[in-house]
């Protein structure tokens, strides 16, 4: 397998601290990135989930240069119900050529092939076995190759929000830096 860039768009509603914790702790044993040159600090991950939620966007990965494309954060979001969108194409080159989607209902993760616009490819045998099929054929082709992540967003429960503020108020006190603790 060569090696590749990939990005992942993480999208859901995460009610328990469990997933929130689970999800950033992947992302860091996966050596996830926030951006293309740094890696994920320990806290780093949660602040990005927070901020993600606030803004009501996609929470955002990406790693350069790997032959591991963020598979145990893959498996963490089919676990837990996220749905996920990770593009990949070969290192050092312009752009992805594969994206691969997961969402709560699909039995397995789904590959779909796009050109250098990113603009996704059907292959002609496809195409011309849904048209012979019918309309509802055609119409479960174009529903099988959607995969517009545009209106999905990562969302956190107020509860877990409420925990996760509280741990992090206790972290930054002076006596929990404080030698012996």
């Not at 992302?27 to 320990?42: E, I, K, M």
């Not at 991950?45 to 598979?71: H, M, N, P, W």
């Not at 119409?139 to 509280?166: C, H, M, Q, T």
Request: proline share 3%; hydrophobic share 40%.
């Amino acid at each position: 397998m060569s090696r590749q860039d990939v990005t992942i768009e993480i999208a859901g509603k995460i009610d328990s601290i469990d997933v929130f914790s689970g999800l950033a702790q992947a992302a860091l044993d996966d050596s996830a990135c926030l951006d293309w040159n740094d890696g994920l600090n320990p806290g780093d991950g949660e602040e990005a989930i927070v901020a993600a939620a606030a803004l009501q966007r996609t929470l955002f990965f990406c790693k350069s240069d790997t032959s591991y494309a963020l598979g145990g954060l893959r498996e963490f979001c089919r676990e837990h119900g996220l749905s996920y969108l990770m593009s990949s194409g070969e290192t050092g080159c312009d752009d992805f050529n594969t994206l691969t989607v997961w969402r709560p209902g699909m039995t397995s993760e789904r590959d779909v092939h796009v050109n250098g616009r990113a603009n996704l490819t059907v292959p002609l045998s496809d195409l011309k076995n849904a048209t012979s099929t019918g309309l509802e054929a055609v119409n479960e082709l174009i529903r099988f190759y959607d995969v517009d992540f545009k209106r999905e967003s990562i969302a956190v429960g107020p509860a877990v929000l409420d925990i996760w503020e509280a741990e992090n108020e206790m972290d930054n006190t002076p006596t929990a830096h404080a030698p012996g603790r």
